[in-house]
Nanobody, 115 residues
Framework: QVQLVESGGGLVQAGGSLRLSCAGSGIIFRTYTMGWYRQAPGKQRELVASITSGGGTNYADSVKGRFTISRDNAKNTVYLQMNSLKPEDTAVYYC?????????WGQGTQVTVSS
């Protein structure tokens, strides 16, 4: 059974930092592209950052220079370091694992940034 379990969300003041983690099981983690997505109330889910099996990264323009995605294949975990957080970063953050036609999502973790 495939599981992606996010953790690390919470309430933080603007300008603060959080680190999200997503632990995967039931998949050959190192072969998957891992991504972080977010969905704010009333908005569509959007890509925040992704990292390929080879370590290539991609970021949404809105988070470039503030967020960093990384992975530890030995721990089957992908991270999202979020710095200089803004109120507009408030959303539920989801982890996603993709490889060819396989596509898995975590349950999400809430991030709330107060002004």
């Amino acid at each position: 059974q495939v599981q992606l379990v996010e953790s690390g969300g919470g309430l933080v003041q603007a300008g603060g930092s959080l680190r999200l983690s997503c632990a995967g099981s039931g998949i050959i983690f190192r072969t998957y592209t891992m991504g972080w997505y977010r969905q704010a109330p009333g908005k569509q889910r959007e890509l925040v950052a992704s990292i390929t099996s080879g370590g290539g990264t991609n970021y949404a323009d809105s988070v470039k220079g503030r967020f960093t995605i990384s992975r530890d294949n030995a721990k089957n975990t992908v991270y999202l370091q979020m710095n200089s957080l803004k109120p507009e970063d408030t959303a539920v953050y989801y982890c996603r694992a993709t490889m060819v036609i396989r596509d898995y999502w975590g349950q999400g973790t809430q991030v709330t940034v107060s002004s």
